[in-house]
């Protein structure tokens, strides 16, 4: 039976996520842009949320097909 590694996926694309928002490069830096630039990181945490909440989703039907 194979391992299930979706919790460490899931943990792994928020670390990400976070660390995209903390640092001081960005694609669109807030420095020239203003608010604008904190658009980016909007981005990045959202799609983060989407693909970890795909994952545990994912992991949850999986476990509901394996129980009897």
Avoid at 36 to 52: C, E, P, R
């Amino acid at each position: 039976m194979k391992r299930d590694h979706s919790k460490l996926k899931a943990t792994l694309v928020g670390l990400g996520a976070l660390l995209y928002g903390a640092s001081p490069i960005d694609l669109i830096p807030e420095i020239l842009a203003g608010p604008l630039g904190f658009g980016d990181d909007a981005v990045v945490l959202v799609a983060a949320g989407v693909a970890i909440w795909r994952i545990l989703r994912g992991r949850a039907q999986r476990r509901a097909t394996m129980q009897p």
